[in-house]
Nanobody
Framework: QVQLVESGGGLVQAGGSLRLSCAAS????????MGWFRQAPGKEREFAAT???????????DYADSVKDRFTIWRGNAGNTVYLQMNSLKPEDTAVYYC????????????????WGQGTQVTVSS
């Protein structure tokens, strides 16, 4: 049974940092595209960042414009874990952050993902 389990959310002041982790189990995810989406209160879930497999141990990162240059995504644990380092956090980054995985090219489209975690809350105070 495939499971994606997120951790690392919490409360932080504006300008601070948090690191999210997502561990995948129940399969081998090294060739999967894994990424992060987020859903702010009262808004639809949106793409944040993704890593797509490019062969061997190479993963290509991609970011939403709203997080580019502040967030960094990378893979570990032989590709079965995805991390999101979030720096210079803003109140508008407050959201539930979801880890997602799909077998295929990188994508920022929610419905193209096959597996989802339960989400972890990130709250940024002003």
């Amino acid at each position: 049974q495939v499971q994606l389990v997120e951790s690392g959310g919490g409360l932080v002041q504006a300008g601070g940092s948090l690191r999210l982790s997502c561990a995948a189990s129940g399969g081998t995810f090294s060739k999967y595209n894994m990424g992060w989406f987020r859903q702010a209160p009262g808004k639809e879930r949106e793409f944040a960042a993704t890593t797509s497999w490019r062969g061997g141990n190479t993963y290509y990162p991609d970011y939403a414009d709203s997080v580019k240059d502040r967030f960094t995504i990378w893979r570990g644990n032989a590709g079965n874990t995805v991390y999101l380092q979030m720096n210079s956090l803003k109140p508008e980054d407050t959201a539930v952050y979801y880890c997602a995985a799909r077998y295929g090219p990188g994508s920022s489209v929610e419905y193209e993902y096959d597996y989802w975690g339960q989400g972890t809350q990130v709250t940024v105070s002003s």
